[in-house]
């Protein structure tokens, strides 16, 4: 069984553009969460889908957006972009949700300059 | 808010040897879930260990076992036999009953002596 495929492992942008980041869970998972890792504030929680539904929302601006498709899949995007959204971004899937046990990707590492 | 404290950022141990990781929480629910999770250099985390925190037993998988303290909201992670494998940031998570993603320490950096 595959596991969870993040595309593209790494990107370079440039302030004030816009990025999109996609996720394709394990097969049959429903559950898709995205979370943002820096080395100042660690691993933070951006948002988590549910057959295509936003359940829930971490403390992000609105600038961080999401969807998932009726497949799973599942893309984030990352409007007018700033210095400090440089990271590694993860995405994780599950059957049902967060606590259950979570299958993360490799992540897509973000560089904004 | 919960909060996930891990109070180590590194740790160093012999090959062979026992090493316990410690983490703390906070949180004003009664149904929750505790979670270990590893990060080799891969970047990609794998789930060590998973605990209810209805149940009063403690989670065990191989070499891995955790220290649950509800009342004391301690979660440590005891590694025995450390194998150089098992050289990684080790990242302790809280999630709630409901569908709250993952909320998790700063993490502990696991170093094995060989």
């Known amino acids: 069984k595959a596991g969870v495929t993040q595309t593209p492992r790494y990107l370079i942008k440039t302030r004030g553009q816009q990025v999109t980041l996609s996720c394709s869970p394990i097969?049959?998972?429903?559950?898709v969460s995205w979370y943002q890792q820096t080395p100042g504030q660690g691993l933070q929680f951006l948002f988590e889908?549910?057959?295509?539904?936003?359940?829930n929302k971490g403390n992000f601006p609105g600038r961080f957006s999401g969807r998932q498709f009726s497949n799973s899949r599942s893309e984030m995007n990352v409007s007018t972009l700033e210095l400090g959204d440089s990271a590694l971004y993860l995405c994780?899937?599950?059957?049902?949700?967060?606590?259950?046990?979570?299958?993360f990707g490799s992540g897509t590492q973000l560089s904004v300059l | 808010a919960q909060t996930v404290t891990q109070s180590q950022p590194e740790m160093s141990v012999q090959e062979a040897e026992t090493v316990t990781l410690s983490c703390t929480y906070d949180?004003?629910?009664?149904?929750?879930?505790l979670f270990w999770y590893k990060q080799p250099p891969s970047r990609q985390m794998i789930l060590v260990i998973r605990?209810?925190?209805?149940?009063?037993q403690n989670a065990t998988e191989n070499r891995f076992s955790v220290n649950f303290q509800k009342a004391a909201k301690s979660f440590s992670l005891k590694i025995s036999d450390s194998q150089l494998g098992d050289a990684a940031m080790y990242f302790c998570?809280?999630?709630?009953?409901?569908?709250?993603?993952?909320?998790f320490g700063k993490g502990t950096h696991l170093i094995i002596q060989p």
């Open positions: 994780a899937s599950s059957l049902t949700g967060p606590n259950e046990k979570l299958f």
């Open positions: 097969s049959g998972h429903r559950s």
């Open positions: 889908y549910f057959s295509e539904t936003q359940r």
């Open positions: 949180t004003s629910e009664s149904d929750y879930y």
């Open positions: 605990q209810e925190a209805y149940k009063q």
């Open positions: 998570a809280y999630a709630g009953g409901g569908a709250d993603g993952l909320t």
